[in-house]
């Protein structure tokens, strides 16, 4: 009896020991679930029980990485590498991780490293174009995604970081041809929707511009650049009550954005609604106290209202954020003469002129001694 009892016992413990192959297949299961500590865990056991498991390796570091363990992550990958130097995926996660801790340039090493290991790794073209984009290297991460595009002619990505790097090189007619093709692969990208409309923008394209933000804007409702940017676009074409109606969006959905209520007020004021444009520009200041626009368009409003104290102190306080703000020395200027300080004003019309406002000299030699 006590032989079948012991027999049981062998047979039960037996029954559950594990291979280092089934500990990696359920570290597998658990981060598809993302539970990423069990599947560390698991992962640990089947290094444990086999030493030269890069898989496993690489595969805790992936885990690693995506509970910010990023030293970790490294070393797993680089004890991969070891294990096997010709294993590309493991030096494309290192170089994932290090553009992660802004190590661009051993990023780059990485994704060319495993891009010599497999010269078809449209992934690796690709991370390596957005990681030379970081070095403000733009051409050398066109050459990328174009590399990467000709491999995976589908990849959307590519071509939206494309069009970023385009965007940087000031061809915003290439830019907006890769934003269209990356919408046309996926179209509901956002935040291609959003760059496109940027750069129509900057085009002078205000209605192609608001069409984009309003796409962006279905597919993401919160999206609050998109209606600040709208807005822009809106007030550009001199719709202002539209344009505030979208700085106000903008602003229940991030009551933070100091541009979004300094864009109100601009707004405001070409509504020649100087107290609410006043209001707005101090709302922006209280969020961004450097806010040197904010301070001189405030200005502006109080000079409007023939409020020229207020108008000068705010002024003053542009110039001590931007010594050299022209127009605010001009403003200033003007609003001096108002009050009959001529001396004042002759130097800050001096000074303007030697920002580069021109008229500014007119003034002074009209009325300066």
């Not at 640990?44 to 496993?56: F, G, H, V």
């Not at 990023?70 to 991969?80: N, R």
């Amino acid at each position: 009896m006590r032989g079948l009892l012991f027999l049981f016992l062998f047979l039960s413990l037996n029954s559950y020991s594990q291979t280092a192959e089934e500990y990696y297949k359920r570290g597998l299961s658990k981060s598809k679930l993302n539970d990423y500590k069990g599947a560390i865990d698991d992962y640990t056991k089947a290094i444990a029980l086999n030493p030269e498991y890069a898989k496993a390796y690489n595969n805790r570091g992936t885990s690693k990485k995506f509970i910010q363990d990023y030293t970790g992550a490294i070393d797993d990958f680089t004890k991969a590498i070891a294990i096997d130097p010709e294993g590309s995926i493991a030096y494309h996660n290192r170089a994932l991780v290090k553009h992660k801790l802004k190590d661009y340039t051993g990023a780059i090493d990485d994704f060319t490293k495993a891009i010599a290991i497999d010269p078809e790794f449209d992934f690796a073209y690709n991370f390596r174009g957005l990681s030379k984009s970081e070095l403000n290297d733009y051409t050398g991460a066109i050459a990328d995604f174009t590399k990467a595009l000709a491999i995976a002619p589908e990849f959307a990505d590519s071509y939206y970081n494309r069009g970023i790097m385009k965007y940087e090189l000031k061809d915003y007619t290439g830019a907006i041809d890769d934003y269209t093709k990356a919408i046309a692969l996926n179209p509901e990208y956002v935040i291609a929707y959003y760059n496109r409309g940027n750069t129509k923008d900057d085009l002078k394209d205000y209605t192609g511009a608001i069409d984009d933000y309003t796409k962006a804007i279905e597919l993401d409702p919160k999206y609050a650049n998109a209606y600040t940017n709208r807005g822009i676009s809106k007030k550009n074409l001199k719709d202002y009550t539209g344009a505030i109606d979208d700085y106000t969006k903008a602003i229940a959905l991030d009551p933070y954005d100091a541009d979004a209520y300094y864009n109100r007020g601009l707004a405001k004021y070409y509504l020649k609604d100087y107290t609410g444009a006043i209001d707005d520009y101090t709302k922006a200041i209280a969020l961004n106290p450097k806010y040197a626009n904010a301070y001189t368009n405030r200005g502006i409003s109080k000079k409007n209202l023939k409020d020229y104290t207020g108008a000068i102190d705010d002024y003053t306080k542009a110039i001590a954020l931007d010594p050299k703000y022209a127009i605010a020395y001009y403003n200033r200027g003007n609003a001096k003469y108002v009050l009959q300080d001529l001396s004042g004003a002759c130097s800050d019309w001096s000074k303007a002129g030697e920002l580069g406002i021109s008229t500014a000299y007119d003034l002074k030699k009209e009325y300066c001694k």
